[in-house]
């Protein structure tokens, strides 16, 4: 999946931790710089080679992010007093570079799990090290496309961001029915997570979800397909139609308990 080897994989860590390094000293002189001539320019020699560090290293941490998933290396933080969490790498490579009081400790920090997940490799028995060579898990995302939910739609995508899957989603629905498309999606996908929200208000005033959002889960069902259901609680839902799929319910506007499902479910699932 990422190497071809597992020589092959460290070395392309250490040119990422050794990268790292070169680009703390870069930005440090950079910092210094522009101290000491304030209100003037740092030099476009110095501010160049910075930027396309900066912009080679986010590049390659892109690449590399799940795999210090996977090997468990610590990629967040929490700054002491005052409970910030931080994510090391991001904070480490931010194009915010003067006043920017956590890029240094977090390049620091950045190196120093960059140097971790060397060793890690290193570890790696060989049935271990054949796990890397698996195909990511695929993971289609349904949901209704309504404004009111982007948000919550979107922190539920960056949540299953950090875990090793590759995310799909549908499309915003044209017809009646479920599209060649989204049902090929479904089909090549090994999970299906589906966002049951309140969208169509009954006669009686109850909610169901959208009859689109309905027979996306019909189909994924039929394929088979290993499903988890997120449930908006006032929602009207039938269980059956999706057999023993798993169910998480949430509340719009507060939806930390359900993420915390979430996780635990997702770390048993991708065991």
């Not at 299953?160 to 799909?168: G, V």
């Amino acid at each position: 999946m990422f190497m071809e080897d597992k020589k092959g994989l460290k070395e392309r860590i250490v040119s990422f931790r050794d990268g790292l390094k070169e680009y703390r000293v870069v930005w440090i002189e950079l910092k210094k710089e522009a101290y000491n001539h304030r209100g003037r320019e740092v030099r476009k020699s110095l501010s160049d080679k910075e930027e396309k560090m900066r912009e080679r290293l986010t590049e390659e941490w892109g690449r590399l992010r799940k795999i210090f998933h996977y090997l468990g290396v610590c990629v967040m933080t929490i700054t002491p007093g005052i409970g910030y969490r931080q994510h090391i790498f991001e904070e480490a490579l931010s194009g915010q570079l003067i006043h920017n009081i956590l890029k240094g400790e977090s390049l620091v920090n950045a190196i120093s799990s960059a140097t971790q997940a060397i060793g890690e490799v290193e570890s790696l028995t060989e049935t271990e090290f054949n796990r890397f060579t698996q195909k990511t898990p695929n993971l289609f995302l349904a949901h209704s496309f309504r404004e009111e939910n982007e948000k919550m739609v979107a922190r539920i995508k960056k949540l299953l961001e950090s875990f090793p899957l590759s995310i799909t989603t549908g499309e915003k629905p044209t017809t009646k029915y479920v599209s060649e498309k989204v049902k090929k999606l479904i089909a090549d996908s090994d999970y299906v997570l589906v966002i049951l929200t309140k969208d169509e208000e009954q006669k009686d005033k109850s909610w169901q979800p959208s009859k689109w959002l309905n027979d996306e889960l019909a189909f994924a069902l039929g394929k088979g397909k290993t499903i988890i259901r997120f449930l908006e609680k006032g929602v009207d839902y039938k269980p059956a139609i999706s057999g023993d799929s798993e169910y998480i319910p949430f509340n719009k506007d507060n939806l930390t308990d359900a993420l915390i499902k979430l996780v635990q479910l997702l770390n048993t699932v991708l065991k």
